[in-house]
């Protein structure tokens, strides 16, 4: 069973049209929990890092916020610039701390 | 200049043949990472490096050896390359504390026929 599920695979979106990508997670303690953009053929970008349940960060159209179990990625008015595969990573309490990565959304938005 | 820089960006070699991945940052992290990404199932660790006398494997480090020359450089070796080894490759690196955001570099396109 992955610790890191993501949903959908897939998005399509009109420009404009807000929406929400969901990162669930099943680390029975969590340090941290991050998100990645990700543009075809180049490496991972860091977007947002975040600690406890609660936590909310913005950048831009993007708005990360974080439950117990699960984060939220909701693109408000998407323009097609956008258009990427997201990743979320899970960092748990003890260990290493090295992040365990969830297999990503690829969001198209269309003009 | 990028921050985290990989050599060679496209790779083709044949079965059988050994191979290095290179990676080299300046952003004075002592963390580094090696991972490969095939379609449909993300980021998976191969190896990682915490500092210049720790190297550690990861989850699929069968068929690949890596070395740590210097804190700013981590190479990914294939010994004998093969077909199912076909893969996008990224290093990153990371800072040891609070955050330990990984920063990732460009990517290495590999095709073993």
């Known amino acids: 069973e992955d610790q890191v599920t993501q949903s959908p695979e897939a998005l399509r979106l009109q420009e404009g049209e807000s929406s929400s990508l969901n990162c669930s997670y099943t680390v029975s303690g969590l340090r941290g929990l991050f998100w990645y953009r990700q543009d075809p053929g180049k490496g991972p970008e860091f977007l947002f890092t975040?600690?406890?349940a609660g936590e909310e960060k913005e950048k831009e159209r993007l708005k990360a916020t974080l439950t117990k179990k699960e984060s939220f990625l909701h693109i408000t008015a998407p323009k097609p610039e956008d258009s990427a595969t997201y990743l979320c990573a899970v960092q748990e309490v003890g260990g290493s701390y090295i992040p365990t990565f969830g297999r990503g959304t690829s969001l198209i938005v269309h003009p | 200049d990028a921050d985290v820089t990989q050599t060679p960006r496209n790779r083709i070699t044949k079965t059988g043949k050994r191979i290095m991945l290179e990676c080299s940052q300046t952003?004075?992290?002592?963390?580094m990472y090696w991972y490969r990404q095939d379609p449909g199932l993300g980021l998976r660790l191969i190896y990682y490096?915490?500092?210049?006398?720790?190297?550690n494997k990861g989850e699929i480090s069968d068929g690949y050896s890596v070395s740590r020359q210097a804190q700013a450089k981590f190479s990914l070796s294939l010994e004998s390359a093969i077909p199912n080894q076909t893969a996008l490759y990224f290093c990153a690196t990371s800072a040891l504390g609070a955050e330990e955001t990984q920063y990732f570099g460009p990517g290495t396109r590999l095709l073993v026929l």
């Open positions: 975040l600690y406890s």
């Open positions: 952003k004075g992290h002592d963390r």
């Open positions: 490096s915490f500092d210049v006398k720790d190297i």
